[in-house]
């Protein structure tokens, strides 16, 4: 494959016919009906619709075929980028197995694993499998599963290192800023909180260096504002009252997730000892 050309090609390893037919209608433009819907907005519109790109599809209903079919792609230097990979293929491999078999061939293919099912524990999915970029686990997005024994929330992937979801704004004033904190460093472990990470194997929390930071620099107050309200703006703002900080949390300089709950949250970090301010109070004091 020329290295200026972009790799659109997709396997779907899957025992169910009709998920094929699915994808194939959503990837692929010149799927049924395709050429008569553009031919019909250039009648009424006056002009031809912008042409989508398309995927080249393949398609294999065991991992055993699906893993065949990755060999010879590679042997053909016409490698796939992306497979779709279902959980449960009975009587073959399982998807795990299938996932595992293909990145030692292919140790570059991007695999989503398909899933409705909670066959395997987070814990055993990361011992067998690389939790890393290059697999996208597609369960309903914010389901919530048990992580090392804590509820966690299953987010779509963002502020990802390297891409512009995790950039600082172009509008932020550096010369002002004294340190970057980084967390979330850890791939099995979620992190909301900017001063401690979220729980790991050990039923730890191990903290980002925030805290000591500000407290070997005589700082007793902080204030809080950003997103999510309900998530990484709360766990910030309650475990810097746990670490002896004063705290003003900004309300209308955040966003929640799920803004229904603002009012049980609002008197949650009250009673937590969080002071909900706004810009405007803050500007008349």
């Known amino acids: 494959m020329s290295s200026g050309t972009a790799n659109r090609r997709i396997l779907v390893i899957d025992d ?24 019909s907005e250039a009648a009424l519109f006056g002009e031809a619709p912008p042409q989508r790109q398309g995927f080249e599809l393949d398609s294999a209903y065991q991992g055993e075929e699906g893993l065949a079919m990755v060999v010879r792609a590679l042997a053909e230097s016409r490698p796939y980028a992306l497979a779709f990979v279902d959980m449960r293929m009975p009587p073959g491999w399982d998807g795990i197995e299938t996932i595992e078999r293909l990145w030692q061939v292919d140790a570059q293919l991007q695999i989503a694993l398909c899933t409705a099912y909670s066959d395997y524990s987070w814990e055993a999915l990361s011992e067998r499998l690389d939790l890393s970029d290059r697999l996208l686990i597609l369960k309903k997005p914010f389901d919530t599963i048990e992580l090392y024994g804590y509820p966690q929330t ?68 902080v204030f809080v504002c950003g997103l999510a309200r309900d998530y990484c703006v709360a766990w910030s703002a309650e475990d810097a009252i746990d670490a002896g900080f004063r705290v003003k949390l900004i309300w209308d300089l955040c966003r929640s997730i799920n803004p229904a709950s603002d009012e049980k949250l609002r008197l949650s970090l009250t009673a937590h000892g969080i002071d909900i301010v706004s810009v405007a109070e803050l500007i008349e004091s």
């Open 154 to 221: 299953l987010w779509p992937n963002h502020c990802v290192q390297g891409t512009r979801g995790a950039e600082l704004h172009d509008a932020l004033p550096l010369e002002r800023v004294s340190a970057i904190i980084r967390k979330a460093t850890d791939a099995s472990t979620d992190s909301y909180s900017a001063l401690r990470n979220n729980w790991n194997h050990a039923g730890e929390r191990p903290p980002t260096g925030l805290g000591g930071y500000l407290a070997n620099r005589g700082v007793e107050e």
């Open 16 to 39: 169910n016919e009709a998920i094929h037919q699915d994808f194939r209608k959503i990837l692929n433009p010149e799927a049924q009906g395709a050429a008569s819907l553009a031919a």
